[in-house]
């Protein structure tokens, strides 16, 4: 009977095992988990924090139980410290410190990232207990909550606007606590262009937060008075105050354990995998955010995304049982909802496209989202980035309001990335129209046709 | 100098129009339009009904002053009667009576559709000054709202249940009428499979809408009691009576015009056009719902749809004038929000599929819109239609509660369909995810990877 160990009991890991599972049920599976909480939504921590979700449990996707009731084994509290590739080997530590051995035929692993803290001293020796907190494990979420709970903070400085600090601004605001968010950017949100992101900036600050972009921070420091954050402004020291930091200034991929074993690394630092998700190292495959991602458009790149740790897991438990899938490849989707506003991207921005050998060129428009004599139309700002000499859509990026399909107004442009449809064949698209929800030319063809009048 | 005509103020007319100006603003453009309502929105007026649009003029996609703006000539009340295409003139007739003639260079006619009566016995010669009503134009709409506000119809039965009889249905009902609706076929809204016709119907009822499907009405009478429609169901005769009566039952291409100047009939009746919208008559192009439309799976049907009038118009439009644009192709996809419930569909059903040719089969799904951990998540419920040879995704359907993005998630279908995608590649594409607004395999991919697994 085969043995599949899979490595980190997160999206990846936990996909494999599914997978494998789902694919031949006598396949013997064991999943070492490093905390005691497998498969839990990351991406949901926030949403406590808001309160929007109760209790905490209700962030797994699936219970302990459920894991177990697909037959495959967790070992909990678990960590792999190494793998002996020719042995087929790996060696774990229990939470009382003793080592022991694993033995399996294929190896799986998915150990994810790990928070980034950008060069800034002091993020990595202050702790929770000194209120300094990042948000990366169930972990991090209880002792965040702890300290909100039991020291009610009334102040937060929130170092990074991406994602995950746009979802805690939100958070942190919904319970009263006055948020002071620093950027190193330009605009918050650098994943989508300052256009756009300046809409999402606007609507932070009319729910209270105060926002400073271009703040480059430099350390942490622990004072009679509290947590102060030392950054750098126009070229001059500031320092801003406050009872609890969280740094949410990104991720990079955990990669110790494979690349001790001898992977190789790259894009972004993260552990090369080919397309059926192969290390290169014999039995061993490895998936999501510890990983390269194959991009439609660019190759192979770094881009750790949820979605992609679950399409990417799931192709390693396939392979692992001797399948031959093959990751279909990433566009860079991605949305987020901060307060009333969802801001959403897939493809490339221009920058990006530029770098990549396109002749990229782009347009924004603002389209309502569904006829103006139906009550209740709002505007979307829509950016889209074409081609101009394939003239392949490259990208689209879109800011609305909550209520508008916006999320879901930028799958269409997923999908006309992935099929490679030109930005004419936008406009071409047969796409739902009913005057409450759309338009005859929903406003995703009145972008694309922007683009094509203004690069013709 | 070209002399362009357009016969039709509707969406193919006009778009063909506005295309011709906006390309080359040197071109004289004419719309022959047969009432005074160019460019109304005729999918608006339930929606005028329901009391959402206030006033009336708010339904027109631009006002008169704005088409004018753009450089067309608009000929209003004035309807075409012959087309001498040998002398490239047309004969209109002005509401005085009087005919006059219209020399063209290019001719585009997109003279729509007319309601179908169903073979329904005094549908044709009752009219709404005996409390008889169809709503296909505004001069309809302005006598039925004639009808509500100075009769004030305690009762109402609705002919047909259908997008048009279903948005009318919710209009009356909230202007507090009782409404009993007759629908021949087994379920409301025929063109989705019954199942989630199911779920449409369940929701006209909550909403206190009486509804009688199996009910095939043979006749409508006016009597002293009020209107009497005499239909069969069951085999036996039944008599439905209301204060009046709304036969929405579908529309039949309105080719008399092109018929007359030589142009051939096709799909459905409807003048046959290329996917250049050529009617093979020189000089003369048509678009809209009185010609067959190219559908990217079944090739050239008859399929009246405003998104695919103002596709086409444009097409005719720039063809008129020398170009040489293609329609690319409908795939079929419609989108009603009936109260708070929306139904899409893209795509062909099983057995639309199965006459065209294809090994089609289906399989129906339930899932969540968004992470069932946060507030708000609504089932939606997907059938997915796919070929069992090819693996090519051939249709899709979907039921869900307003806001839960139905209708643009629809549009994922459509762009896949369109770029001739199989199931498995839907699977595989990279579509927007965040907790508040979906899941990490959004809803359209557990419905795609169901059908997958129950046809390997």
């Given at each position: 009977?085969?043995?599949?160990?899979?490595?980190?009991?997160?999206?990846?890991?936990?996909?494999?095992?599914?997978?494998?599972?789902?694919?031949?049920?006598?396949?013997?599976?064991?999943?070492?988990?490093?905390?005691?909480?497998?498969?839990?939504?990351i991406?949901?921590?926030?949403?406590?924090?808001?309160?929007?979700?109760?209790?905490?449990?209700?962030?797994?996707?699936?219970?302990?139980?459920?894991?177990?009731?697909?037959?495959?084994?967790?070992?909990?509290?678990?960590?792999?410290?190494?793998?002996?590739?020719?042995?087929?080997?790996?060696?774990?530590?229990?939470?009382?410190?003793?080592?022991?051995?694993?033995?399996?035929?294929?190896?799986?692993?998915?150990?994810?990232?790990?928070?980034?803290?950008?060069?800034?001293?002091?993020?990595?020796?202050?702790?929770?207990?000194?209120?300094?907190?990042?948000?990366?494990?169930?972990?991090?979420?209880?002792?965040?909550?702890?300290?909100?709970t039991?020291?009610?903070?009334?102040?937060?400085?929130?170092?990074?606007?991406?994602?995950?600090?746009?979802?805690?601004?939100?958070?942190?605001?919904?319970?009263?606590?006055?948020?002071?968010?620093?950027?190193?950017g330009?605009?918050?949100?650098?994943?989508?262009?300052?256009?756009?992101?300046?809409?999402?900036?606007?609507?932070?600050?009319?729910?209270?937060?105060?926002?400073?972009?271009?703040?480059?921070?430099?350390?942490?420091?622990?004072t009679?008075?509290?947590?102060?954050?030392?950054?750098?402004?126009?070229?001059?020291?500031?320092?801003?105050?406050?009872?609890?930091?969280l740094?949410?200034?990104?991720?990079?991929?955990?990669?110790?354990?494979?690349?001790?074993?001898?992977a190789?690394?790259?894009?972004?630092?993260?552990?090369?995998?080919?397309?059926?998700?192969?290390?290169?190292?014999?039995?061993?495959?490895?998936?999501?955010?510890?990983?390269?991602?194959?991009?439609?458009?660019?190759?192979?790149?770094?881009?750790?995304?949820?979605?992609?740790?679950?399409?990417?897991?799931?192709?390693?438990?396939?392979?692992?049982?001797?399948?031959?899938?093959?990751?279909?490849?990433?566009?860079?989707?991605?949305?987020?909802?901060?307060?009333?506003?969802?801001?959403?991207?897939?493809?490339?921005?221009?920058?990006e496209?530029?770098?990549?050998?396109?002749?990229?060129?782009?347009?924004?428009?603002?389209?309502?989202?569904?006829?103006?004599?139906f009550?209740?139309?709002?505007?979307?700002s829509?950016?889209?980035?074409?081609?101009?000499?394939?003239?392949?859509?490259?990208?689209?990026?879109?800011?609305?309001?909550?209520?508008?399909?916006?999320?879901?107004?930028?799958?269409?442009?997923?999908?006309?990335?992935?099929?490679?449809?030109?930005?004419e064949?936008?406009s071409?698209?047969?796409?739902?129209?009913?005057?409450?929800?759309?338009?005859?030319?929903?406003?995703?063809?009145?972008?694309?046709?922007?683009?094509?009048?203004?690069?013709?």
């Open positions: 009977m085969t043995h599949l160990v899979a490595i980190g009991g997160s999206d990846a890991g936990i996909s494999a095992a599914l997978r494998a599972r789902e694919l031949d049920p006598t396949v013997d599976v064991t999943v070492v988990v490093a905390d005691a909480y497998p498969n839990y939504s991406c949901g921590i926030p949403y406590f924090f808001s309160g929007d979700v109760k209790p905490w449990q209700s962030l797994a996707h699936r219970t302990h139980a459920d894991l177990e009731a697909t037959g495959m084994r967790l070992r909990l509290d678990t960590l792999a410290t190494s793998i002996d590739v020719g042995g087929q080997r790996l060696t774990v530590r229990d939470i009382s410190g003793a080592e022991s051995q694993i033995s399996y035929d294929e190896l799986v692993v998915g150990t994810g990232a790990l928070p980034a803290y950008a060069g800034i001293a002091g993020l990595e020796q202050l702790t929770p207990a000194d209120g300094v907190h990042v948000i990366h494990s169930m972990g991090d979420t209880f002792a965040l909550d702890e300290h909100l039991e020291r009610d903070p009334k102040t937060a400085i929130i170092i990074g606007a991406g994602y995950v600090g746009l979802e805690m601004a939100e958070g942190f605001t919904g319970r009263g606590i006055q948020v002071t968010q620093l950027q190193r330009p605009e918050v949100l650098s994943t989508i262009d300052p256009e756009l992101g300046a809409l999402v900036r606007a609507e932070v600050v009319r729910h209270g937060v105060t926002v400073h972009t271009g703040t480059t921070v430099r350390s942490v420091e622990k009679a008075a509290g947590l102060a954050v030392h950054a750098e402004r126009d070229g001059r020291a500031v320092t801003h105050t406050a009872d609890l930091v740094a949410v200034v990104g991720v990079r991929p955990n990669t110790a354990l494979l690349e001790a074993a001898g190789r690394l790259g894009a972004g630092g993260a552990v090369v995998v080919d397309e059926r998700m192969r290390t290169g190292l014999p039995h061993v495959f490895a998936a999501g955010d510890g990983v390269t991602t194959h991009h439609v458009l660019l190759g192979s790149t770094y881009l750790p995304l949820g979605t992609t740790a679950h399409k990417q897991g799931r192709i390693a438990g396939e392979n692992a049982l001797g399948g031959s899938a093959q990751f279909a490849g990433s566009v860079g989707t991605q949305v987020v909802k901060v307060f009333d506003l969802v801001a959403a991207r897939s493809g490339l921005r221009e920058h496209a530029l770098a990549a050998g396109y002749r990229p060129a782009t347009t924004e428009i603002i389209a309502d989202d569904h006829k103006r004599y009550p209740g139309a709002q505007p979307l829509i950016r889209i980035t074409g081609d101009t000499r394939s003239r392949l859509l490259l990208g689209a990026q879109m800011v609305g309001r909550l209520g508008t399909e916006t999320a879901k107004r930028i799958d269409t442009f997923a999908t006309a990335l992935f099929a490679g449809l030109t930005v064949q936008v071409d698209l047969d796409l739902s129209y009913t005057p409450p929800l759309g338009s005859p030319w929903d406003a995703v063809q009145v972008a694309t046709q922007a683009w094509s009048r203004t690069h013709p």
